[in-house]
Nanobody, 121 residues
Framework: QVQLVESGGGLVQPGGSLKLSCAASGSIFKIYAMHWYRQAPGNERELVASITSDGNTYYAGSLKGRFLISIDNAKSTVYLHSDSLKPEDTADYYC???????????????WGQGTQVTVSS
């Protein structure tokens, strides 16, 4: 069984910084990619950024330049950092990962439980 646990959410002032972490644990043979999504109240869940295990990254067009995604393969952990948060970044942030649990199993997608980020003065 694979679990994803996010941490690092909270209340941040506009223009402030935040670093979210998402650690994968359990039966992990290979992590193919990890992603950060977010969902604001009344909105659909949207992709923020993605990273593969070899470091290739993708950012949603409107968010590129304000968020940085990174991965620590040794710790099976993905990070999302921003140092220029805006009130419109207020949302629940979710981690999603494509993980192969064993050498003989296919890869599946797993979601974390989410962490709340509020950007307000």
């Amino acid at each position: 069984q694979v679990q994803l646990v996010e941490s690092g959410g909270g209340l941040v002032q506009p223009g402030g910084s935040l670093k979210l972490s998402c650690a994968a644990s359990g039966s992990i043979f290979k992590i193919y990619a990890m992603h950060w999504y977010r969902q604001a109240p009344g909105n659909e869940r949207e992709l923020v950024a993605s990273i593969t295990s070899d470091g290739n990254t993708y950012y949603a067009g409107s968010l590129k330049g304000r968020f940085l995604i990174s991965i620590d393969n040794a710790k099976s952990t993905v990070y999302l950092h921003s140092d220029s948060l805006k009130p419109e970044d207020t949302a629940d942030y979710y981690c999603y990962a494509s993980i192969q649990a064993s050498m003989r199993s296919p890869s599946y997608g797993y979601w974390g439980q989410g962490t709340q980020v509020t950007v307000s003065s």
